[in-house]
């Protein structure tokens, strides 16, 4: 069974910090490239950043650009979400999805998705 866990959610004032980790097992992230998305309370769900396996490219969306950073360990088969500078608005749950595709996908053609890791960012 393929699984795909993320973790390291929390609590965080305003302007702190927070790394999300995404562990993978059952396959090898190295043949997929991995998403993060999150929703917020009564939005849909989005897309945050993506990181390439073929060539380590990083992409983010424009309200996290500056702020979050992704990157992989591939020997630990995992991808980290360095999350700096948090805003309430980041509140959500954060998710990590994996595409035999490429970040250009879209969310539907992500394969895997593990159960989420609430961040929780107070004023």
């Known amino acids: 069974e393929v699984q795909l866990q993320a973790s390291g959610g929390g609590l965080v004032q305003a302007g702190g910090s927070l790394r999300l980790s995404c562990a993978a097992s059952?396959?090898?992230?190295?043949?997929?490239?991995i998403g993060w998305f999150r929703q917020a309370p009564g939005k849909e769900r989005e897309g945050v950043s993506c990181?390439?396996?073929?060539?380590?490219?990083?992409y983010y969306a424009d309200s996290v650009k500056g702020r979050f950073t992704t990157s992989s360990d591939n020997p630990k088969n995992t991808v980290y979400l360095q999350m700096n500078s948090l805003k309430p608005e980041d509140t959500a749950v954060y998710y990590c999805?994996?595409?035999?595709?490429?970040?250009?996908?879209?969310?539907?053609?992500?394969?895997?998705w593990g159960q989420g890791t609430l961040v929780t960012v107070s004023s």
């Open positions: 059952k396959f090898t992230l190295d043949e997929y490239d």
């Open positions: 990181i390439s396996y073929s060539d380590g490219s990083t």
């Open positions: 999805a994996a595409t035999g595709w490429s970040c250009r996908a879209v969310e539907d053609e992500y394969d895997y």
